[in-house]
């Protein structure tokens, strides 16, 4: 009986499968390896693209920033300017607002009536006065409105005798109602009403 040792071949079997194992395994973790430096990568490249992306947003965030307070330092020099016109421009319509208005009354008072008073206060012009009859205030009146000084109101119109010639006249008051500006304050009302007190003078007129 023959007998055959089979023991060398399955130790050669066994290492061999052993080899084949982790010559798999070994594989394995080189892909793993190999697919985790590449996700690494990747991802890397993403991060570093989208902090390029967060940095340029930030610098140009800072750059709007820095023309939305130049704009609204414009914007702030701008209302000081329109604020000094305004001032100048109100300024200059009261030196002149008075000598104006005498004017256009004067210009527009027929020869038989004359003025004793002129009052212009909160946009009302109240001028009070005698005339030869009442065809003459009517006169005076169609004067004051051609001149375009505000709306014309007879208050008063009355027959009475004058005490100096004793003739009769007729007694008139007569309200100019003027525009006011659309953003106009009360304070511009108040500032105004105070320089017209320093600087206005009653119209006069006397009867020769």
């Known amino acids: 009986m023959i007998r055959i040792n089979l023991l060398p071949v399955r130790a050669a079997k066994k290492k061999e499968s052993i080899r084949l194992q982790l010559t798999i395994a070994g594989l394995a973790t080189f892909f ?7 996700v690494y990568i990747i991802a890397a490249a993403e991060a570093s693209g989208l902090q390029e992306q967060i940095t340029s947003g930030n610098q140009e965030l800072n750059q ?39 004017r256009n009354v004067s210009e527009a008072i027929p020869q038989r009536a004359w003025v004793k008073t002129l ?7 109240s001028i009070e006065g ?9 006169e005076f009146m169609r004067g004051l409105e051609r001149a375009g000084i505000g709306k014309v109101e007879l208050e008063v119109a009355k027959r009475e005798t004058e005490k100096e010639s004793g003739s009769e006249v007729v007694s008139f008051v007569i309200r100019l109602e003027k525009e006011k500006p659309a953003r106009e304050t009360k304070a511009d009302v108040k500032g105004k009403d105070k320089g017209k007190a320093a600087g206005r003078k009653p119209a006069a007129r006397e009867k020769k």
């Open 119 to 125: 009052r212009d206060k909160d946009y009302q012009i």
């Open 64 to 102: 709007l920033t820095k023309k939305i307070g130049e704009l609204s330092k414009i914007k702030e020099q701008k209302r000081i300017v329109e604020e000094k016109l305004a001032i100048i421009n109100q300024l200059e319509s009261d030196r002149t607002g008075p000598v104006r208005l005498l």
């Open 130 to 138: 005698y005339a030869s009859d009442d065809e003459v205030v009517a």
């Open 32 to 38: 793993v390896a190999a697919v985790s430096i590449a």
